[in-house]
């Protein structure tokens, strides 16, 4: 028999995928918040995480770090390329590496931050091959993973199928940003394509799949980073779920 999973981690619900993107929907709509602030928040909350990561286990100044940054094409892309821009401007030296746009481009908060990136002085690089992701990880001390979120589903492919086995390959220290990519929100489990985390940095609130006892070995150390949710939506989450 299963061991129930916790309804709260941190203080905090424990919310499936499916609710979190309803949070995210009435934090936009009902409470006007920006998903571009949402965003600003979550990058730099694992820019500061990460910097103490770097300080902490790996014994490293921000000046004398190298950082890897893997961001997919939606928001999760989003928060890593924010969270690139706080690291460079700490002082670390940061290499960006993006999968590629699809016809119809990026999503605006993507593109928005793809900017605001480059006027930092850091251009992401689109990943055709991953032979220049593999070099870059030689020299890395950490990596962060932003390339998959809440909302994928099903077994990595294509170019985020690479990237994920470059990474696994390489044996650098993996911040995850929200969910290790390849692990389900909902279940903790994985389809054989998968990112093993040290810490994952979870947005907002923690998700089911990353308290499951069986997903330890892939979430690594689980933190749930505060990316600006109003007190009140978090209560009525709380309610709904019956939690006192």
Do not use: W
Not at 224 to 240: F, K, M, N, Q, S
Request: net charge positive; with cysteine.
């Amino acid at each position: 028999m299963r061991e129930p999973l916790p309804k709260t981690f941190q203080g905090l619900p424990v919310v499936s995928a499916g609710v979190m993107r309803l949070l995210d929907r009435a934090a936009t709509e009902r409470f006007k918040i920006a998903e571009l602030a949402l965003m600003e928040n979550a990058g730099k909350g694992v820019a500061l995480r990460a910097l103490e990561f770097l300080q902490g286990p790996l014994a490293k100044a921000p000046d004398q770090a190298s950082v890897v940054v893997c961001c997919g094409r939606g928001a999760n892309g989003g928060d890593g390329l924010v969270a690139a821009r706080f690291l460079k401007e700490a002082g670390a030296k940061v290499r960006v590496f993006i999968c590629p746009a699809k016809d119809g481009g990026y999503p605006v908060s993507v593109a928005a931050n793809l900017e605001r990136l480059k006027a930092a002085g850091v251009s992401a690089e689109p990943v055709e091959t991953t032979e220049p992701l593999a070099a870059a990880l030689k020299d890395a001390h950490l990596l962060l993973d932003a390339l998959l979120g809440t909302g994928a589903s099903g077994k990595p492919t294509g170019t985020i199928r690479q990237i994920i086995q470059a990474v696994t390959r390489s044996k650098v220290p993996v911040l995850a940003v929200d969910v290790p990519s390849g692990i389900h929100p909902d279940t903790g489990y994985h389809s054989g394509v998968y990112v093993t985390a040290a810490v994952t940095l979870t947005l907002g609130l923690a998700k089911r799949g990353l308290v499951a006892p069986h997903a330890k070995k892939y979430v690594g150390g689980l933190e749930v980073l505060d990316i600006g949710y109003p007190p009140e939506l978090i209560r009525e989450v709380a309610r709904a779920q019956e939690i006192p």
